[in-house]
């Protein structure tokens, strides 16, 4: 640790497990936060009964806006939700220096922990990889969480840079997004490593896989939407009610529907802003300079809506 950084304890039992919605960031302008709908989202998704909140992640479109408004987003959430649960902040950045500040604002703040992808654009060597979550450990206060997505990065998260990770006691868990089943069940392997870490899948269809290979949870967008399926099936699927499982999993594959504007890794954040926007939580502008869903894909969302009743 620098002679700035201490170790902040984690305040919520370990390992962190359940529903951590990746918050959308409801904009007004190309760098303007809408405000209304920011706080009508945020109280949404808390009162859904989610366990935390992952601030500036690929679904808050964070490497798509401004350092400000990165900031300001971090300072108004960590306000809101007042410690009701805990608030992990993506610091995800092609810089450390600016990933770093980044963390230092987050704390500053409030926040609870930090999460970082690898570095993107230049693809790093596994080695340099390490020294990167390492600067990150050992210069931040926060508990740091990896965050593995190679589909956006270009870089996997080693399962070797995982076992050393695992050495580091503030490195507290891994999300992972990679929609990999056999790293999943890699990494789960080495759980008994570090009982206290959190091992979290992205992708929402695979939450009941993950589940049963040794995950704790999901950080699915879809959350953002309708919180309370992801508790209920969550919950469902820890307790072994198949019957349950089976019926919300089918509701889970009508809301995916939403997604289906695109190729590209906007097509969900997208899919997500339009039923927001139906749902009259907030505009569903997106960071400049991706485009809203198409006439045809809204239709299909309010229908997707309709069948889940949450019109």
Sequence with gaps: MNEHASVRVASWPRPLRGIVPPLATPLAGRDQLDHAALERLVERIVSGGVHGLFVLGTTGEAAAISVRLRKEVVERVTRQVAGRIPVLVGVSDTSLVEALAASEHAASVGADAIVATTPYYVPPEQ?????????????????????????????????????????????????????????????????HRRPDWSLL?????????????????????GANVFPQLFVQLYEAATR??????????????????????????????RGIKCALSILGIGDEQMAATFRPATPEQRAATVTALKELKLL
């Design 201 to 221: 899948v992205g992708p929402e269809g695979l939450m009941v896989d993950t589940l049963a290979l040794g995950g704790h949870g999901c950080v699915g967008g």
């Design 240 to 269: 072994g009610d198949q019957a349950e499982v089976e019926r919300l999993q089918a509701q889970l594959a009508t809301l995916s529907v939403i997604y289906g504007d695109g190729q590209y890794g906007a097509c969900a954040i």
């Design 127 to 191: 080695s340099e990889l390490l020294e990167y979550f390492r600067a990150l450990h050992d210069d931040s206060s926060l508990p740091l969480y990896l965050y593995n997505m190679p589909g956006l990065t270009k870089t996997w998260i080693s399962i070797e840079v995982v076992r050393a990770a695992m050495e580091w006691p503030n490195v507290h868990g891994l999300k992972d997004s990679s929609g990999d089943l056999a790293y999943f069940r890699e990494v789960a392997s080495e759980l």
